[in-house]
C-alpha cells in the first residue's frame, strides 16, 4: 500500500510557505508610517503649544516636551517585556495603539473647550511674560494624563512593531537573512515618510485649524494605523511568547552568586546546555570568554543536576544559552549608554532650535513656514539618502568588506555619532550669526521676525538627519540580530531607551547649565540669551562621548 503524505501536513506548509517575507511588511510599514505621523508631529510642536497655549514658561515648555518624548521611548521597555512574556508582538501592537488614541483624544477635548486651558498670552511680548495667567493643577492633570497615554502607547509600539516585521524574515534562512538588513533601512524610510507627513501636514492643521484639530487627525490616523496592521494578521509568522526575559536574567545571577565559591570550568562540556526536542525552537548559543563568572550560573554540582533541571527556567541551574543571553545584555548596557548624549543634542533640535525659528522670516513668497515644520529638511535627506544607502552603497561596500550590510551596525552608530558633533558645532555658529543680525537691526528686543530666512536653521538639520540615519537604524538592527530569540520586542526597546535617556538627559543638562553658567538659557528672549554657547559646550562633549563610544564598541564580542 502506497503511503501519502498527511492532507493536514500539506495545508500546514502551504500556509507556512504564505506567511512572512516582504509582502507581511507592508502592512508594518503603513502602521509605522501612521503612528510615527502622529506621534512626531507632537514631538517638534508641542514646544509652541506649551508655550503660547498653556503659558508655559520657556524652559518649562522644553524640559516638558522632553520628559514626554523621555517617557515614550522609555516605556518601550514595558511593551517590550509584555510583548516578549503574556502577548504576541501583533497584540501589543494593537493594545497599546489604542491607549494612544484615547490619549489624543483626551488632548484634543481639552484643546477643544476653552475652559480647560488657561487664556493664551503667546502674542504677548516676551519681556512681559508675568501678566500671562498660568494654568492651574487641574489644567495641568488633563495635558499630563492625555500625554502620557499617548506616551504608554507609542511605547509598547516601537518596541513590538520593528521586531513584528523582522519576525517575518527567518535568520537561518540565506535569502531572507539577507532581506532582514534591508528591512531595517526600509523600516526607516516608512518612518521617515510618517515624520515627514507630520511636520508639514499636521502641523499645518495645528498652526491654521487649531491644536483640538490636530490632535483629532492624530487619533484618526493611529486607529487607521492599527486597521492597517489587521488586516495582515492572516500572513504574519507570529512570535509565541516564551516567558519573561528578565526572569530568565535574574535566574543567572542569583545561581551564579549561589556558586560563587565553585572554580569555573575551562571546558564548555562541562556546562549544563539542552540540546534535544525538549528546548523547542530555541537557538544555542555558544560559551563566550567574557563575563566568566555568570558561567557559574550553568555549573552542574552532580551528574543528577541534568535530569533533575532538564528545562530551562530553574532558579538552581541555568542553560549555557541562559547564560549567555544574560551576557548579551549586559555587553549591550555599554554601547546603549554611550549613544545616549546624541540623542541629548537631538532634543534641542525639537525644542530651542524650534524657538529660533519663531524669531526668523519663515516666509517663501506669501506662504509662511510654520517653524514646527523644519524638521522636514532633514527627514527629505533622509528619505533620499535611505534609498541610496541600501541600493548603492551597501552592495558597494559588501564588495570590498564581504560583510552582508556592507559596514558592521557598530560602525554605522559610529558615523553618526561623528554627525551628531559636527551638527551642534554648526548649530553655535548658525545662532552667533542670529543674534548679530538682531544687534544689527536693534531688534534684540522685538517680538517681530529678524530679516533672516528660517532656512539657516534647515543646515543644522540636515548634518542631523543624516547622523539619524546612520544610527537609530544601526542601532534597531544591531539590537534585534544580537538579541536571543526570547527577548527580541526588549532589546528592540532597549535601542530606544537611548533616545528616552537622551530626552532625560537633555533636561538635567539644560538646568545643571544655566545654573552653572549664571543664566545662559533663562531669559524667555533668545536673543539675550547664551544659547550659542549651550550648543558649542554640546559639541565638545560630543567629541569626548564618541572616543567612550570607540573603547565600548571596540570591547564588544558579537554572539556565536
Not at 509565541?240 to 562540556?269: E, T, W, Y
Request: hydrophobic content about 45%; some cysteine.
Amino acid at each position: 500500500m502506497k503511503m501519502g503524505v498527511p492532507r493536514n501536513f500539506n495545508i500546514q506548509n502551504k500556509q507556512q510557505a504564505r506567511q512572512g517575507g516582504r509582502r507581511a511588511t507592508i502592512f508594518v510599514f503603513a502602521m509605522a508610517a501612521l503612528e510615527t505621523m502622529a506621534f512626531i508631529s507632537n514631538g517638534v510642536s508641542l514646544m509652541t503649544y506649551f508655550y503660547g497655549y498653556m503659558n508655559f514658561s520657556l524652559t518649562k515648555s522644553a524640559t516638558t516636551l522632553t520628559n514626554f518624548m523621555g517617557t515614550a521611548f522609555l516605556l518601550s521597555l514595558f511593551g517590550g517585556f509584555i510583548s516578549d512574556t503574556y502577548f504576541s508582538r501583533f497584540k501589543t501592537c494593537v493594545i497599546f495603539g489604542c491607549l494612544e488614541i484615547l490619549g489624543y483624544v483626551l488632548l484634543a477635548v481639552q484643546a477643544h473647550f476653552k475652559q480647560l486651558r488657561p487664556f493664551p498670552c503667546k502674542d504677548m511680548a516676551p519681556s512681559k511674560p508675568g501678566q500671562c495667567e498660568p494654568a492651574t493643577s487641574g489644567q495641568e492633570a488633563i495635558l499630563f494624563t492625555g500625554l502620557y497615554l499617548v506616551a504608554l502607547g507609542t511605547g509598547g509600539i516601537k518596541a513590538a512593531l520593528p521586531s513584528l516585521g523582522a519576525d517575518q524574515f527567518d535568520e537561518t534562512d540565506p535569502k531572507e537573512a539577507a532581506s532582514l538588513s534591508s528591512y531595517f533601512n526600509w523600516l526607516m524610510f516608512s518612518i521617515t515618510f510618517g515624520a515627514a507627513l507630520g511636520v508639514t501636514f499636521l502641523v499645518w492643521i495645528s498652526t491654521n485649524q487649531g491644536w483640538d484639530w490636530s490632535f483629532g487627525v492624530c487619533a484618526v490616523a493611529v486607529a487607521m494605523a492599527i486597521l492597517f496592521l489587521s488586516m495582515g494578521k492572516s500572513v504574519y509568522r507570529t512570535n509565541i511568547p516564551k516567558g519573561s526575559p528578565l526572569v530568565r536574567i535574574l535566574q543567572v545571577f542569583v545561581v551564579a552568586v549561589r556558586n560563587r565559591k565553585l572554580p569555573v570550568p575551562d571546558m564548555a562540556q562541562e556546562l549544563h546546555e539542552i540540546y534535544d526536542k525538549e528546548a523547542g525552537h530555541n537557538e544555542i548559543l555558544q560559551r563566550t570568554d567574557q563575563f566568566k563568572c555568570l558561567d557559574r550560573a550553568a555549573i552542574l554540582r552532580s551528574s543528577q543536576d541534568a535530569p533533575t533541571y532538564s528545562t530551562s527556567g530553574s532558579w538552581k541551574l541555568c542553560t549555557v544559552t541562559q547564560v549567555e543571553e544574560t551576557k548579551i545584555l549586559v555587553r549591550m548596557l555599554p554601547i546603549i549608554l554611550s549613544t545616549v548624549f546624541m540623542n541629548t543634542c537631538l532634543a534641542q533640535l525639537q525644542t530651542f532650535s524650534i524657538q529660533q525659528t519663531t524669531t526668523m522670516d519663515r516666509k517663501i513668497g506669501s506662504f509662511q513656514v510654520p517653524g514646527p515644520s523644519l524638521p522636514v529638511i532633514p527627514l527629505v535627506f533622509m528619505f533620499i539618502l535611505l534609498p541610496i544607502y541600501d541600493r548603492l552603497f551597501v552592495p558597494l561596500a559588501r564588495k570590498f568588506t564581504g560583510i552582508p550590510t556592507g559596514i558592521t551596525q557598530l560602525q554605522r552608530v559610529a558615523v553618526g555619532l561623528v554627525l551628531s558633533a559636527i551638527s551642534m558645532a554648526v548649530s553655535g555658529i548658525i545662532e552667533t550669526h542670529r543674534k548679530r543680525v538682531a544687534i544689527k537691526h536693534n531688534m534684540v528686543d522685538s517680538p517681530g521676525p529678524l530679516p533672516m530666512t528660517i532656512f539657516w536653521i534647515g543646515i543644522q538639520y540636515a548634518i542631523f538627519g543624516m547622523a539619524d540615519m546612520f544610527t537609530i537604524v544601526g542601532l534597531m538592527e544591531f539590537f534585534y540580530g544580537e538579541s536571543s530569540a526570547g527577548m527580541k520586542s526588549l532589546s528592540t526597546a532597549i535601542s530606544w531607551c537611548s533616545l528616552a535617556f537622551g530626552y532625560y538627559t537633555s533636561t538635567v543638562v539644560v538646568n545643571v547649565v544655566n545654573k552653572v553658567s549664571g543664566g545662559w538659557l533663562a531669559s524667555n528672549n533668545l536673543n539675550r540669551d547664551k544659547l550659542e554657547y549651550f550648543y558649542w559646550l554640546l559639541a565638545g562633549v560630543s567629541v569626548v562621548n564618541f572616543a567612550v563610544y570607540l573603547a565600548c564598541a571596540s570591547w564588544y564580542r558579537y554572539k556565536k
